[in-house]
């Protein structure tokens, strides 16, 4: 499910919350590098701090839109996307439901890298949006270390007042003894994906469709939590 850097909207938000792996271009694990790592220390992701749900209509939506191509350097932050994301309402029913979809995501992530024959251990960082942490505090045992965040969304087009899901995942292998980059990429999952099938279900006919069925939109998001492990599980595979 390898993506690469469209000018989506959801980008923007990915960008500004540490999602940066589109910024550069993906990295492929060579496999003679592969060969060589038999540890890997699992750092990430964390639960999400936020979910958002984005009105597409509003004009900082449709600006952060159109300014993605330029956004390499992270020039777009969170503070600036507030009023466009209104995440308050949703993020308020979605943490209710206290999901544990990152936890999840490192299960399954964890069971398939094992079957690859890596050894896996695990020590989540905590990290400021828009910033990889050093790692100079996880187990030097490791060969390599594999970070990664997670956002969740809900959004509508302009024109539209139909909120549909996307999950995106960024992840990033590092050398543990140089943080050289080994791997890196960007997943996506839902309606703007380009390799899965949009569910017409998961999608909300309003904002106030969307608010009052928090356990829905969850469902969709954990729908999407063993699809990016595996995507990524696969990736890494010697």
């Known amino acids: 499910m390898k993506t690469c850097c469209s000018l989506w909207r959801p980008l923007a938000l990915s960008i500004s919350l540490g999602l940066s792996a589109c910024a550069n271009s993906p990295v492929s694990l060579d496999p003679s590098r592969s060969a060589l790592i038999h540890k890997i220390a699992i750092v990430g992701p964390e639960e999400p701090r936020q979910y958002f749900a984005m009105d597409g209509n509003l004009p900082i939506a449709m600006g952060v839109g159109a300014g993605i191509g330029g956004v390499v350097g992270g020039s777009i932050t969170a503070s600036t996307l507030e009023s466009a994301i209104k995440a308050g309402d949703f993020d308020a029913e979605m943490k209710a439901l206290d999901p544990k979809f990152a936890k999840d995501f490192r299960i ?3 069971q398939a890298l094992d079957k690859s024959g890596y050894a896996i251990t695990e020590q989540i960082l905590t990290h400021p949006f828009g910033e990889w942490p050093t790692y100079a ?16 969304i809900y959004e509508t087009e302009m024109f539209s007042s139909v909120y549909t899901p996307t999950a995106i995942l960024s992840a990033r292998l590092t050398d543990r003894t140089t943080g050289k980059t080994l791997f890196q990429n960007l997943y996506v999952y839902g309606k703007k994906s380009p390799t899965f099938p949009f569910d017409a279900s998961h999608s909300f006919a309003s904002r106030q469709d ?10 969709y998001f954990q729908a999407s939590v063993p699809i990016l492990a595996e995507a990524l599980a696969r990736d890494l595979r010697k």
């Open 108 to 110: 399954g992530l964890t």
């Open 137 to 152: 505090a996880v187990d030097n045992s490791a060969d390599a270390v594999l970070d990664a965040s997670i956002v969740f």
């Open 210 to 219: 969307l608010i009052n069925n928090p356990r829905r939109a969850a469902e």
